[in-house]
Nanobody, 124 residues
Framework: QVQLVESGGGLVQAGGSLRLNCAAS????????LGWFRQAQGKEREFVAA????????SYADSVKGRFTISRDNAKNTVFLQMNSLRPEDTAVYYC?????????????????WGQGTQVTVAS
């Protein structure tokens, strides 16, 4: 079992920045690829970003490309999502997820473990 705990969400003005953190409780963190997803009220959960187990490969949704950066620190069992130039349409609950598949995974159903989510609200 892998437990994931997100933090770093909050309220920010449009154009501002936030950094989300996701800490994992596993000794085999480096074996997992990781991803961030988000779910806005009344909408389906959607892919945001993913990073491979070695951090050698990343993938982003078109809507966040150039604004968000995913990274990981395998020594600290943590994955990050740096979000810049935030827009009101980025408002959502953000979830981190882990998959034993080592490459970047963009499909929600291929993730094995999920965090509880953290709210990000961007005010216009």
């Amino acid at each position: 079992q892998v437990q994931l705990v997100e933090s770093g969400g909050g309220l920010v003005q449009a154009g501002g920045s936030l950094r989300l953190n996701c800490a994992a409780s596993t000794r085999t963190f480096s074996l997992y690829a990781l991803g961030w997803f988000r779910q806005a009220q009344g909408k389906e959960r959607e892919f945001v970003a993913a990073i491979s187990r070695s951090a050698g490969s990343t993938s982003y949704a078109d809507s966040v490309k150039g604004r968000f950066t995913i990274s990981r620190d395998n020594a600290k069992n943590t994955v990050f999502l740096q979000m810049n130039s935030l827009r009101p349409e980025d408002t959502a609950v953000y979830y981190c997820a882990a998959t034993i598949r080592g490459w970047t995974v963009v499909v929600l159903d291929q993730y094995d473990y999920w965090g509880q989510g953290t709210q990000v609200t961007v005010a216009s």
